[in-house]
């Protein structure tokens, strides 16, 4: 699995949010808060791999794609893309390498213009990028749909998206992003917005993109699609990674308490698979407030059930933070328990 | 389910809505079930397929172009009887309902205890400080304390302000409980906590719960019955089990094989196509066009509804011997 240099290469990545303080905040010479979206999140990404970032909403997954793709600027930490440092590469410096890594959004029905067919959509990423002449670009056009699965693509392109089902919406909005013929996919929920018996085509579609040699790197917070469809699983909680392993070690040994409790609650599709949920008690995670050691000890039921004191690691839990350690090949988990 | 017979039942619904030009869109084709006190059961399809319109229906609470026709019998009682007039002493009493995205639907600039206290005065059950204290235990109920009920919304998490939904369409006592959606935009961990609540709520107050949703594995972690639409139709209604065991339907099969598992087995696929337009009559079964097992009586001949299995009943030529024996 291991080429050298890896296609996406994250370390150690940091970004936080400045919160408003409003004008009466400041009046009063409240202290600036910042939100902690991501706090030391590393993983790689290898060419025909598919990662997926797991998690519910506000632990981080979405901007720690956003600062992959340098939509948002990072604190700390660095991202290498097939070995170059692109952490703080100049926006015109960057042009070249947006077109190697793009990204797909979660709703085809906000995401496409329109007033656009999909011959205009998706014709304008090579516009931007000035590549092409018209010839050229028409037929890129056509084989970006038919890999998309739009095929025969001359039933498409003079289409407009009310004219399309939502499936194939999605559809054109990937054949828009693998017009510039790029080597990373970042996918953003992409099947959420859609209907069940269409999600299966896309993930197919992506699984297949992932098979010619696509690093995709997938945020989700269904952790049954991220089972079947990606190779590795990491799960974020609080702008950290708790979990990361191969998709089928995780959802069948998890290590870390959190995703044991994740597990739990995500609906099975067999009646008789019916579990009792563990649901978390205490409050939601705020990024804001960060709590001192483990993160997610005060929500841990390790820690509520008096396990991790039986085991005497109680005081660990509440003070010191854990790192990430690998437990078995290539599944790690940041948990003193574990 | 204890032999005082159905709680609810739906028979022969219809809901059709005048389109310009004339034409009529069937958005609900003919739809019967009924529902025993404290039972719960799920109505799943996609979007389109009609459950959001025949909930409404039940509800009557259809927007003015919609026309009904079918009867809605509660308790035995015909509640569309004189129209209008008959259903408004049940509504909200007897029935109610949680609207898809009723968690936004609160207004921002009023205490969440003032908005649940309103259906309360309105429909005669509490008036004053017995209708805050009834609010506050209502709020009780669902695991949102009573010293935060004179907060306002925003103050609320999605989580605590769906779960106030919930409290709000208890306010006034009903008996049946229609909830559309009552999950979706939230995450998994208060997605099973609103789905604990809705079981424990049919479980504690005998409360008899529709739960309609295009997440199939809800409906089996949270249902003993399931009602499975498409195109307006019911296509197949059996134990939740059953059909995911041994479903009757191919959309039903389907359906679950679209799904991907948590524990990935057996292959995820999509189903070709795309259901077919209601405003335009149907030939034979609606789903023909798309179905992997159909065979000559299906695109001319509309398939009727056999029993298959106790409590178990299909829309498929599949499971009628003169017709595969004709073929």
């Given at each position: 699995m291991i080429t050298a240099p890896l296609l996406l290469e994250v370390q150690d990545l940091v970004t936080r949010y400045p919160v408003p303080r409003g004008i009466v905040g400041a009046l009063a010479r409240r202290p600036k808060e910042v939100a902690h979206a991501v706090e030391g999140v590393s993983f790689t990404v290898g060419a025909g791999e598919m990662l997926a970032l797991v998690g519910e909403s506000g632990c981080g997954k979405t901007t720690t794609a956003q600062t992959v793709m340098r939509l948002v600027d990072p604190v700390s930490g660095t991202v290498r893309f097939r070995g170059e440092?692109?952490?703080?590469?100049r926006h015109r410096e960057l042009r070249p390498l947006r077109r190697r890594m793009q990204l797909i959004y979660q709703d085809p029905y906000d995401s496409l213009d329109p007033r656009f067919r999909v011959r205009q959509t998706v014709e304008e990423p090579l516009l931007v990028h000035h590549l092409g002449s018209s010839h050229e670009r028409s037929e890129r056009v056509t084989r970006a749909l038919e890999r998309a699965?739009?095929?025969?693509?001359d039933l498409f392109?003079?289409?407009?998206?009310?004219?399309?089902s939502g499936g194939q919406r999605q559809r054109v909005a990937i054949a828009t992003a693998l017009v510039l013929e790029p080597e990373l996919l970042v996918a953003d929920?992409?099947?959420?917005?859609?209907?069940v018996s269409v999600r299966a085509e896309i993930l197919t579609l992506l699984d297949s993109l992932r098979r010619s040699g696509l690093g995709i790197l997938m945020i989700t917070h269904d952790l049954s699609t991220a089972a079947r469809f990606a190779d590795r699983i990491a799960v974020m909680y609080l702008g950290r990674i708790v979990e990361e392993g191969p998709a089928q070690a995780v959802v069948?040994?998890?290590?870390?308490p959190y995703t044991r409790a994740l597990i739990t609650v995500v609906p099975k599709r067999d009646p008789r698979d019916r579990t009792t949920p563990e649901i978390l008690k205490g409050e939601a995670p705020n990024p804001v407030h960060v709590p001192t050691g483990c993160r997610f000890h005060p929500r841990c039921p390790e820690v509520a059930s008096g396990r991790a004191r039986e085991r005497g690691m109680e005081e660990r839990c509440r003070g010191e933070d854990p790192m990430l350690r690998e437990l078995a090949a290539g599944h790690e988990a940041a948990c003193h328990l574990a | 389910m204890n032999g005082s017979g159905p709680l609810l039942e739906v028979q022969g619904l219809h809901v059709w809505f005048d389109l310009a030009g004339g034409r009529e869109l069937h958005a609900v084709q003919g739809i019967d079930f009924d529902l025993g006190p404290g039972e719960r059961m799920g109505l799943v399809g996609e979007s389109g397929c009609g459950k959001t319109t025949a909930i409404l229906a039940i509800m009557g609470l259809l927007p003015p172009s919609a026309s009904a026709a079918g009867h809605v019998l509660l308790n035995g009682m015909d509640m569309y009887e004189a129209g209008e007039d008959s259903v408004r002493p049940h509504r909200w009493r007897d029935i109610a309902m949680v609207f898809q995205g009723a968690m936004n639907a609160f207004n921002p600039v009023r205490r969440i205890v003032d908005q649940i206290v309103e259906p309360m005065e309105l429909h005669e059950i509490a008036e004053g400080r017995a209708a805050r204290v009834r609010a506050g235990d209502l709020l009780e109920l669902v695991g949102i304390s009573a010293r935060q009920a004179s907060r306002y919304p925003h103050e609320f998490s999605g989580g605590m302000r769906q779960r106030a939904a919930i409290a709000m369409a208890l306010a006034c006592g009903p008996k049946v409980l229609l909830a559309d959606e009552p999950t979706t935009a939230l995450d998994v961990m208060i997605q099973a906590q609103v789905l604990e609540l809705l079981t424990g709520l049919t479980r504690e107050l005998g409360l008899s719960l529709i739960l309609v949703t295009h997440d199939l594995p809800i409906v089996a972690q949270t249902c003993d019955r399931a009602a499975v639409m498409y195109a307006g139709k019911i296509v197949e209604s059996g134990p939740t089990e059953d059909l995911f065991h041994t479903p009757r339907h191919p959309y039903t099969r389907l359906l679950f094989s679209a799904t991907p598992d948590l524990y990935g087995r057996g292959e995820v696929i999509s189903i070709p196509g795309t259901p077919p337009r209601l405003d335009r009559e149907v030939l034979g079964c609606a789903f023909a066009p798309r179905c992997?097992?159909?065979?000559?009586?299906?695109?001319s001949v509309v398939p009727r509804t056999l029993p298959v299995a106790p409590g178990h009943g299909a829309r498929c030529h599949l499971n009628d011997p003169a017709m595969r024996s004709a073929s």
């Open positions: 440092d692109i952490t703080h590469l699965g739009l095929a025969p693509a392109l003079d289409r407009f998206p009310h004219e399309l929920e992409p099947v959420s917005m859609l209907d069948q040994d998890p290590r870390h | 992997d097992m159909a065979f000559e009586p299906c695109p």
